[in-house]
């Protein structure tokens, strides 16, 4: 196929709305939002998670160069995170839009409309140092076996609906340069087929002051880039939510101690994975998962949890 030829990065500010970042995130696969995170937010998640890093080692593979330090669990490590970073109201916005599903099914002669909303995929920490090296670009997607279909533009309906199964949500703990490893992307390439390979021509860098954010589709080709300073440190908080029916990317439930769990407020549990997919998926003795961090709730056992008729459209 031909590719579309090189197109530039969106960047919006953090007023921007909800129909904004998508409209950003069809065009071109990626936006940087200017501001998205204040200054002392930052410092606090630097804080509960720098010992993390500081334990982690190299990998033991060649994707992550040595200079890579990288510490998961965010929830585990940071209140702060998970309330300002997870639940930041324009990734979790763009996320309900573009990866919420809905689907009917028939139960005997009616029509049963279900909805199955998006969940933590993964809460990573990246520290990148001075010498690192640059990863291949590669998409994120591949973990869930997708295979890409070449579009002129991003399809509307149930058929845009379906097509991406992740968001990626990338906050500058520092500042993000070429110079020191921003990440690189292509723009448009979350349209191209399966067999277009990446093209490091087309590559566009997600240059960042501290506190900005670069949303992508997981079927962008990305990769972070050489750090090529010798005293600079990219430090950068990754976030991605995917369908709510497909395998969360980091083991929440291992991951993340259920006394921890408890702790935070029902809407963090749920996007956690403490939630049934609709029409009846990822139950605990045939109930709703939550009934583990708080007994008190009803049970659901209604193995259709639709309606009759959709609240929406779909989106």
Aim: with cysteine.
């Amino acid at each position: 196929m031909t590719v579309e030829p090189k197109l530039s990065v969106p960047v919006v500010k953090a007023t921007a709305s909800v129909d904004e970042i998508v409209a950003a995130l069809k065009l071109a696969g990626g936006v940087i939002i200017r501001n998205a995170v204040g200054q002392a937010t930052l410092d606090q998640i630097e804080v509960d998670v720098r010992p993390g890093l500081e334990q982690d080692t190299a990998w033991s593979g060649s994707f992550f160069p040595s200079q890579t330090r990288r510490t998961c669990a965010a929830l585990q490590k940071s209140p702060t995170y998970a309330h300002e970073i997870v639940m930041h109201p324009l990734f979790q916005g763009a996320s309900n839009r573009m990866l919420t599903e809905k689907q009917w099914f028939w139960s005997g002669n009616e029509k049963q409309w279900t909805v199955s909303r998006p969940q933590l995929s993964n809460t990573i920490v990246f520290s990148i140092g001075p010498g690192a090296s640059a990863q291949p670009l590669h998409r994120d997607d591949s973990i869930h076996q997708r295979y890409a279909h070449f579009a002129e533009v991003y399809p509307s309906g149930r058929e845009g609906n379906q097509r991406d199964s992740s968001i990626g949500f990338f906050v500058a703990g520092k500042k993000a340069t070429k110079a020191n490893g921003a990440t690189r992307f292509i723009p448009g390439s979350h349209l191209w087929d399966q067999n277009a390979p990446p093209n490091e021509d087309l590559c566009e860098f997600a240059e960042m002051e501290r506190g900005d954010a670069f949303m992508m589709l997981a079927s962008c080709f990305h990769g972070g880039s050489a750090n090529n300073t010798t005293d600079e440190e990219r430090l950068i908080f990754s976030t991605f939510m995917t369908k709510g029916y497909l395998r969360q990317e980091e083991n929440m439930y291992l991951s993340v101690d259920m006394d921890v769990m408890r702790k935070y407020p029902v809407d963090i549990q749920k996007i956690a994975g403490y939630s049934l997919s609709e029409p009846f998926l990822g139950w605990v003795d045939s109930t709703d998962p939550r009934k583990l961090l708080d007994p008190n709730i009803p049970d659901n056992t209604d193995m259709w949890t639709g309606a009759k008729e959709p609240a929406d459209p779909w989106i």
